[in-house]
């Protein structure tokens, strides 16, 4: 079992009592061992880092991800959400295995590349000549080395029934809840040290029956998995809901079983007053994709709010088709940034927006117990964040120096106690060839 000793690094917990200190972090096989002031002990053997200069924090978690849409950025560049949809929805419609493995694996190494150690996907576009392609984007989560939460997505509301998605995307809804409930068996593993778990996630409201929604919900249930979906992301989807189900996204979600501490909504923008002090009873989380809302001009969500109401809020960058770089450390600066645009410079701190990064996406995900904090005995996912730098020497405060300021390098990023990412290159994968691969993908599939 090998032996990770990262010495005279800062360290941010983020544990119960939130402690930060110039010291050291162990790390023996998948665990953490030992983290504490000053020097760590002697371990024969081990790999000895020299953090000095550096900032050791939790592993990101990432709520939120299209990984399918890296080989499409760039398209409908100025469109609303609606435009951008019906713009890409037949491109979506083409793509396969090979697509779908190719994008994944590029996403997950630009995510790998900014701090994340633990990704959540929803993967709700499965062409009926396409092959199996949760099947190949999670062999790309393996080979890259990330702990994954794929969700299994899905469409039953084509456009022949007033939907958005093309027909040859759509699926019978007794197909989608075998499939799901297959899926569930093939790879869904529950235990602590997990590096696969599967969530149940049909698409949205206005893509998505309400018969789906309410079975998606007891086959989750009932198996024990989170679920998640898509809601309250702009107005046109609220003005929808009110026209169709005379309710508003969240009112119509709450009547089909979905609210509770197993669900998690992707955007959740427009939630007034009262439905956000719902979502904090309940125990309902957000996914918060800041840079993917400013792109699609979709609004600012109310995290400040959120928080102090008791819903987890948790970070996202969602599809790389609306969010180009596909940065988690990018989403810490835009989510506080963004925050304080809307209530002010005390409306979220640099450290609550680091818990949304590590600790509220380990709660959103239901894995509080094993990752989102620097403790002994939880999962060795972790990220050393270089602050010798030109960008960041000077800034007294570690977290507002990686908070505020431009990403900083990444040493080292560990998943499972495994280096995944080292002096700011991924080493699971080749990057350059994966790069040109992506750009082949891209031309095949919009040519």
Partial sequence: MSTIVIEGAQVATLDPSRREFVGHVVVEGKQIVAVGPGSAPSYDGARVIDGSGCLVTPGFVNTHQHLYQWVTRGLAADATLFEWLTTLYPVWARISEETVYVAARAALAQLARTGCTTAADHHYVFPREGGDLLAAEIAAASEVGLRFHPARGSMDRGQKDGGLPPDSVVED??????????????WHDPSPDSMLQ???????????SGELMRDAAELARRRGVRMHTHLAETTDETEWCRETFNCTPLEYADQLGWTG?????????????????HLGSTGTGVAHCPSSNARLGAGIARTADLRAAGAPVGL????????????????????????????????????????????????????????????????????????????????????????????????????????????????????????????????????
């Fill in 173 to 186: 809804r007794d197909e989608i809840l075998a499939a799901t409930e297959a899926a569930i068996d093939r």
């Fill in 261 to 277: 501490n197993d669900v998690w909504f992707a955007h959740g923008i427009h939630f007034d007053d009262t439905e956000i002090k």
């Fill in 198 to 208: 599967i969530v149940v996630a049909p698409c949205s409201p206005f893509s998505v």
């Fill in 316 to 447: 996202g960058v969602d599809g790389a088709a609306s969010n180009e770089s596909g940065s988690l450390v990018e989403e810490l600066r835009h989510a506080l940034l963004f925050a304080r645009a809307r209530g002010g410079p005390q409306a979220l701190t640099v450290r609550a927006a680091l818990e949304m990064a590590t600790l509220d996406g380990a709660r959103i995900l239901g894995r509080s117990d094993d990752i989102g904090s620097l403790e002994p005995g939880k999962l060795a996912d972790l990220a050393v964040w270089n602050l010798n730098t030109l960008a960041h020497a000077g800034i007294p405060d570690p977290i507002a120096a990686l908070v505020l300021s431009t990403p900083p390098p990444l040493d080292l990023l560990l998943v499972n106690g495994r280096p995944v990412v080292e002096q700011g290159a991924v080493r699971t994968v080749d990057e350059q060839s994966l790069a040109e691969q992506t750009a082949q993908v891209q031309r095949n599939l919009t040519a």
